[in-house]
């Protein structure tokens, strides 16, 4: 089941409401240090599956297992431990509205580590510096903009220093270069932190620019129809769905 590398694992997924089935059988491993995107057409099940890898749903089959310990099997205490080493940032960047950003960011270090008051200002403005908000410790969310909010979101997910950040639909609301902007920013953290990172996301300039593995959700299937690097799923995948997907837009001759 485990690769030396492999540091999330999901084995025989199924996700349900009830008897209505979202995906079944799925299984991928995401390597460290991958950038892995959850790809696939709406309401395909993508942000359901990035619940169930965080702990908010569980599978009505199957494991997800982190550096080869199981997650669902195993007590509440393991696995509150175990979402400790989680950043997640979601669609919204659900920042509280009341608070300023050095405040959103501290909300974690308060709760979770013994830090002077001084002491979790000072890692604030570092996880701010970190995503390009330098200075903006003590602004509202409403007097930022939207792309300024997504960063500062993952500034709060950085907070503890997770080993992964999970992305849900990261350049939803963005403009194109706000986008870009966001997609360098992880591949900085990813290179300079080491950090792995999964983005569930349906954007093609995201997916080739940031991603070097992936899972690819069918909601007519139900099930995952490929994984792997995007670009050899664009130009190789034998599967028409993948990459038709994959090469919207672009004629088939010129997709390479």
């Known amino acids: 089941m485990q690769q030396d590398d492999a540091h999330i694992v999901a084995e025989d997924i199924t996700i349900a409401y009830g008897d209505f089935v979202v995906q079944r059988d799925l299984n991928f491993t995401v390597n460290r240090g991958d950038v892995f995107i959850i ?5 395909c099940g993508k942000s359901t599956l990035l619940k ?11 494991e997800i297992y982190y550096d080869g310990a199981p997650f669902w099997m195993s007590d509440k205490a393991s696995q509150e431990g175990t979402k400790r080493k989680f950043g997640t940032l979601f ?8 608070m300023t950003l050095a405040e959103n960011i501290g909300l974690a270090l308060k709760q979770y580590t013994s830090l002077s008051d001084a002491e979790i200002r000072e890692v604030a403005a570092y996880k701010l510096m970190l995503v390009g908000l330098a200075g903006f410790e003590d602004y509202y969310p ?10 500062a979101g993952l500034a709060r997910a950085m907070a503890l220093d997770p080993d992964i950040l999970f992305f849900d639909e990261p350049s939803a609301g963005l403009d194109p270069i706000s986008a870009k902007l966001l997609d360098d920013l992880i591949l900085e953290l990813r290179d300079s932190l080491g950090t792995t990172i999964v983005v569930v996301t349906h954007e093609l300039a995201s997916i080739f620019s940031i991603g070097n593995n992936s899972v690819f959700l069918d909601a007519d299937a139900k099930t995952q129809l490929a994984n792997g690097n995007p670009l050899s799923l664009r130009d190789d995948h034998p599967n028409d769905v993948v990459r038709s997907f994959l090469r919207r837009g672009v004629p088939e001759a010129s997709a390479a």
């Open 52 to 62: 169930v890898m965080i702990g908010l749903k569980e599978p009505s089959t199957g």
């Open 142 to 151: 409403n007097e930022i903009s939207g792309g300024m909010k997504k960063r």
């Open 91 to 98: 669609q919204s960047g659900a920042l509280w509205s009341s």
């Open 39 to 43: 790809m696939g057409g709406s309401g």
